[in-house]
């Protein structure tokens, strides 16, 4: 029996383990806070309660599936496992620490962080077998999420080999990457929040502009999706990258966002933000406001010049980015396809009247990517 071991119990570290609980392996987990350790299971029963209730899981799967996690006091337990995924907090150090506390305690264990921003070259740079450690990205909530990314620089293909097979086993679409900022999905979604906040600045309600994106087909606008992550976690995501990707204007950082998280409306969980009111997101009726697809196209054109940039780096083709940002972020198609929708001479058109018209600083932020036509026209004669 395949064992595999979850370090960190919190968010993400337990939804990765009922994932592959659920899958039929069997996991061992653990977390540094005892209350964490001792409250995991219940926090898993409680979160799946209301599936049981409405029918969709019977008592008895859910009881097996508990049964196949078991909570142990550290990861000196981890013997049996022949993957160990890391999901705890974003700090490096910590990190560091704990792969030579699991390399050392399980000497033949595939070791994957679940890092989000750091790279994973800097994580495992002073192991003794770097390249067993690869990055197992999952989304959040990591069951229900179907994407993985697999980032491979560095590894060993044959830890790359387990991880990948373990991880489809689990039911996930595992999308190999590159260790760079941001991985896919998080650098490629960067214009969704990017070009709606420069849409606000220049006077488009937030309202707007996400009935534009609802229209095209994306479940939350842009607003309503950064409500939902946190202004201050969508500043954070956004101030890092803008950094990692040396300050270049096509990661600005708007200052509509910093605003708003200097107003303390950061969304959800402080019950106002963008277009989150107090009884809930969003609550003007969709028909009051009329969508308006040129707002669409602006977005969508930035998200496939982004895409762009990214295929020009290497290592990732057009049809795995596609498939990560419809799986990582419930997008209705991928940028590039969405392009494709608009056809690639209106999302020039669009990038060249947006760089006419941008403040200097801000131009270089919508020049066209070189492998953006051609990777719209070989999409477009792909059988
Ligand atoms: N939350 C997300 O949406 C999301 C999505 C993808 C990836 N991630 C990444 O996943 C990781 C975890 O994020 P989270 O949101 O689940 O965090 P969290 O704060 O909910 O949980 C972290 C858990 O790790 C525990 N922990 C800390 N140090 C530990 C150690 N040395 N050994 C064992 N346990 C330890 C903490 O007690 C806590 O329970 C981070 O690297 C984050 O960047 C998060």
Redesign the pocket.
Known sequence: MTVIGV?????????IAQTYAAAGFDVLA????A??RQSALQRLRAGLAPRVAAGKMTAAALDALCARIRVVD??VDFTPCALVI??????IE??R??FH?IAGAVPQAVLA??????SVAAIRADLPEPARLLGL????P?PVMKLVELVETGADPQALAVARALTEGAGKVVIDCADRPGFIVNRCARPYYGEALALLEEGHSALAIDAAMRAAGYRLGPFALIDL?GAD?NLAASEQIHAAMGGHPRYHVFDALRAQVASGDLGRKTGRGFVTGPTGPDTVPPDTIAPDPALALRIEALLANEAATLLEEGGVTAKDIDTALRLGLNFPQGPFAAAQSWGAEVVARELARLERAAPPALKPRYRLCPALIPALEQARNAP
């Open positions: 370090a960190g119990l919190g968010v993400m570290g337990l939804g653990t977390d540094t806070e209350g964490a550290s990861v890391e999901a705890i907090a974003e700090q910590a990190k620490a704990l506390a962080t679940n890092t989000s921003s750091l990205h999952f989304f959040n990591a992550i976690i």
